[in-house]
């Protein structure tokens, strides 16, 4: 089945700093979705790509549907303690009724030093 | 703002015995989605329903796992006979519509012993 490979696994910056992840697939997805996760905590909402090539903001993140329709990127700028957690991409699997399942990747880890 | 409960946010349990959350989802939303997580993981799909119809079980949905939507409003997840392998975060999220983006619960953490 489709799967997400979201780098790097883990990242470690120093607050005020930008941060850069990506998410790709072998196969097409015709949704992205970026979600954060808190420790014990269920995944929320970040942003919501529908259209190759669609660049959608949320404050200081920013995200980006990859041309090819195989990646996204998800930026953020000028980290914060808060931004702490684990980010993930998500999509519905191609070729599927639409409002089913969503595929998710394995997660970026994000540590800010204060 | 009702978001997605869970009910309970941590269970411990002995291997053998079983085990029900609950899951009660934004008011409107018509469709509702159990996922399992490990850690180090993503969320991994198991089952959804669209009102009280359950559309599609994930292959990991095994036979001691029975799902439930009755009136079509909240949902229980039941686990029988619990093994070891079956701690993790069970996340509910919720739907609505034809949209894709969906909404999580807080989860409920289960530790089986």
């Known amino acids: 089945g489709q799967q997400l490979n979201q780098s790097p696994q883990s990242m470690f910056i120093q607050e005020g700093e930008d941060v850069s992840m990506n998410c790709t697939s072998s196969?097409?997805?015709?949704?992205w979705l970026w979600y954060k996760q808190d420790p014990g905590e269920g995944p929320v909402l970040l942003i919501a790509?529908?259209?190759?090539?669609e660049l959608t903001s949320n404050g200081r993140l920013t995200a980006q549907f990859g041309i090819t329709r195989k990646d996204s990127f998800l930026n953020i700028s000028a980290s914060i303690p808060s931004d702490v957690g684990i980010y993930f991409c998500?999509?519905?699997?191609?070729?599927?009724?639409?409002?089913?399942?969503?595929?998710f990747g394995q997660g970026t880890e994000l540590s800010v030093k204060p | 703002d009702t978001g997605v409960s869970q009910d309970p946010r941590h269970k411990i349990t002995k291997r053998g015995q079983n085990v029900t959350f609950r899951c009660d989802p934004i008011?409107?939303?018509?469709?509702l989605y159990w996922y399992r997580q490990t850690l180090g993981q993503g969320p991994e799909f198991l089952t959804y329903?669209?009102?009280?119809?359950?559309?599609?079980k994930s292959r990991l949905l095994s036979d001691r796992f029975s799902a439930e939507r009755p009136k079509g409003s909240f949902s229980t997840l039941e686990i029988q006979r619990t093994e070891q392998g079956d701690s993790a975060m069970y996340l509910c999220?919720?739907?609505?519509?034809?949209?894709?983006?969906?909404?999580f619960g807080p989860g409920t953490r289960l530790l089986v012993l």
């Open positions: 008011s409107e939303h018509n469709r």
């Open positions: 998500a999509g519905p699997p191609t070729f599927y009724n639409q409002g089913g399942k969503l595929i």
């Open positions: 196969s097409i997805f015709n949704t």
């Open positions: 999220a919720s739907s609505l519509g034809q949209q894709e983006t969906q909404y």
């Open positions: 329903f669209q009102n009280e119809a359950q559309l599609e």
């Open positions: 790509l529908y259209k190759a090539g």
